[in-house]
C-alpha cells in the first residue's frame, strides 16, 4: 500500500500536517520541477521567467507562476503536455466533453490511476460504506472520461462484485439497465443522477416500487446535484445518495457519509478568487485556481478551472481532517434573479425542496418570474402550491409551475445524448440555455 494511502487509513489526523504552509509549498515546488519535463511548461515557465528556487512562500508561487487555462491546453493538443512519451510507460487518454470549446486531453499513466485508486480506497467513505458483500451495478461512463475505469478499479480493490453496464450506450440502454438490476439486485448503484431518476421511472412504469430494490447507496457523479435533489434521489430508492463531482482536469472531490466533498488537499492546491483578483476568504463564493502536485503523465499548474466554489476549512462532523468544497457552477451559468446573484445548482436545490420523482426539470427565468416545468408522477395540486411557496420565500419572486408526465421533457428510455442538455434557461440576460453537468 502506498504510504500517504496507509497514513489516510490509519491515521488522517496526519494528514493536517500534510496541508501545513511548509508541506504543501514543498510539493509545489517539486510539480514545478516536474512540469519541465512536457514541452507546454519548459516553453511557459520559460517565457514567464519562473525559477522555482526563488518561491519561498506560497504567495510567492501564486504570484510567479502563470496560470493555465482550458484554451492553453486544448491548443497545446494530445501530446504536448506530456511529461512521459508513450513507450516510456503505459498510459490512459481521456478527454472532457468539449461542452466550452474543444476538448481537453488529459492523460494518466498506470501507474498514476492505481495509486489514485488506492487511496481513494482507504478514504472512510469507501471504507466505512462499502463491504467486499456488497454487489455494485456500475452505470457511470466507460470512455471518453475515466470514470468508469476508475470506479471499477476502485470496486475491485475493495473486493465487491461489479456489473458494469455504462451510460449513453446501445449495449444497456436503460430498459435493459433496469432488467439487470431486477435480476441481479445489486446494493450499490453508481450512476449519474438523472439516470438513476430514469431507472426508478422505468421500474414505476412497471409498476415496480424502486425501494423493493434492496439498493442502499448511490454514488451519482459527472452532473451537478444540489443536496435537496439528492435526498429526493436517496427517498426515492429508500437510500442513502452521495455525489461525487469534480473536474477531470484537476481531479475529484469525495463525498463523506454526510455528502460533504472533501477536497484531496495533499495531492491538489486550490486557490479561490474574487472577481477583482484578491482571495476569497474560508466560505465565501470565488473563482478557483488548482494545482494537482500528484502528476506523472501530464502536469498542470495553477489551472482556471472556469467554476465558482466555496472552501471550508472549519471542521467536518464526519472527522476527516480534509477541507470541504461547494461548487456552485462556471461564471456564465450565473444569473440575476430579482437583483441576487444565484447558480442553477442553488435554483434546483429550493425547487427539491419538494418531493419531485421525474427525471428531468426545466426552469425558464423571466422578467415577470420564474416559469417551472416539473416531471412527476403522483398528486400535483400540493406540490405545485409548494414549489411556488419555496420560490416566493426564498428569491421573492412569483413563479408558474406546470407538472408533466415523466418523458414530457426528455425521454428517459431512451439512451441519452453524448452532450449534456440545459435545464435552465435564461431569458432575462439573453443567455438562453444553460448547459452543466456532462
Ligand atoms: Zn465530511
Wanted: hydrophobic share 35%; net charge positive.
Amino acid at each position: 500500500m502506498d504510504l500517504k494511502a496507509y497514513v489516510l487509513k490509519k491515521h488522517p489526523g496526519l494528514l493536517r500536517y500534510a496541508n501545513s504552509d511548509k508541506m504543501v509549498l514543498k510539493r509545489l515546488k517539486r510539480a514545478i520541477k516536474y512540469s519541465y519535463k512536457s514541452r507546454f511548461y519548459a516553453r511557459k515557465l520559460k517565457d514567464a521567467g519562473v525559477v522555482p528556487d526563488r518561491i519561498k512562500t506560497l504567495s510567492d508561487f501564486n504570484e510567479m507562476v502563470p496560470p493555465t487555462t482550458r484554451e492553453e491546453l486544448v491548443e497545446a493538443g494530445p501530446y504536448d503536455t506530456l511529461a512521459v512519451r508513450p513507450g516510456e510507460k503505459c498510459m490512459i487518454y481521456s478527454q472532457t466533453s468539449g461542452t466550452t470549446g474543444g476538448h481537453v486531453p488529459l492523460w494518466v499513466t498506470r501507474d498514476e490511476i492505481e495509486r489514485s485508486v488506492g487511496m481513494a480506497v482507504s478514504l472512510p467513505v469507501f471504507q466505512d460504506m462499502m463491504s467486499p458483500k456488497d454487489v455494485v451495478a456500475l452505470c457511470y461512463p466507460y470512455t471518453r472520461t475515466l470514470a468508469g475505469r476508475m470506479a471499477d478499479m476502485i470496486n475491485q480493490k475493495r473486493g465487491v462484485t461489479i456489473i458494469p453496464m455504462g451510460t449513453r450506450n446501445n449495449m444497456y440502454p436503460p430498459e435493459e439497465v433496469v432488467d439487470t438490476l431486477l435480476r441481479l439486485k445489486p446494493t450499490i448503484l453508481g450512476s449519474v443522477a438523472t439516470d438513476a431518476f430514469s431507472y426508478a421511472n422505468i421500474l414505476m412504469d412497471r409498476g415496480i416500487d424502486p425501494t423493493s430494490l434492496g439498493i442502499r447507496l448511490i454514488v451519482s457523479g459527472a452532473e451537478p446535484l444540489s443536496s435537496s435533489r439528492a435526498k429526493v434521489l436517496g427517498k426515492l430508492y429508500g437510500c442513502r445518495a452521495l455525489s461525487l463531482l469534480g473536474q477531470n482536469e484537476v481531479g475529484v472531490a469525495i463525498p463523506c457519509r454526510n455528502n460533504v466533498l472533501h477536497l484531496p488537499s495533499f495531492a491538489m492546491y486550490t486557490e479561490v478568487y474574487r472577481e477583482d483578483g484578491t482571495k476569497a476568504d474560508p466560505g465565501e463564493k470565488g473563482h478557483s485556481i488548482v494545482t494537482p502536485t500528484w502528476r506523472e503523465a501530464q502536469p498542470i499548474l495553477r489551472y482556471v478551472t472556469g467554476d465558482v466554489i466555496a472552501l471550508h476549512d472549519d471542521p467536518c462532523p464526519c472527522g476527516l481532517p480534509l477541507p470541504s468544497m461547494e461548487i456552485f457552477g462556471r461564471k456564465r451559468t450565473l444569473i440575476r434573479i430579482n437583483g441576487r446573484d444565484i447558480y442553477p445548482i442553488e435554483l434546483e436545490d429550493i425547487l427539491y425542496r419538494s418531493h419531485i420523482n421525474g427525471p428531468w426539470y426545466r426552469i425558464t427565468v423571466r422578467s415577470e418570474g420564474l416559469h417551472i416545468e416539473i416531471e412527476h408522477r403522483g398528486k400535483a395540486a400540493e406540490l405545485n402550491e409548494g414549489i411556488r411557496r419555496n420560490f416566493q420565500k426564498e428569491l421573492g419572486v412569483p413563479s408558474t409551475v406546470d407538472i408533466v408526465e415523466p418523458g414530457t421533457l426528455y425521454d428517459y428510455r431512451e439512451v441519452r445524448p453524448g452532450k449534456a442538455l440545459s435545464r435552465v434557461v435564461d431569458e432575462i440576460s439573453g443567455k438562453g440555455e444553460i448547459i452543466e453537468g456532462a
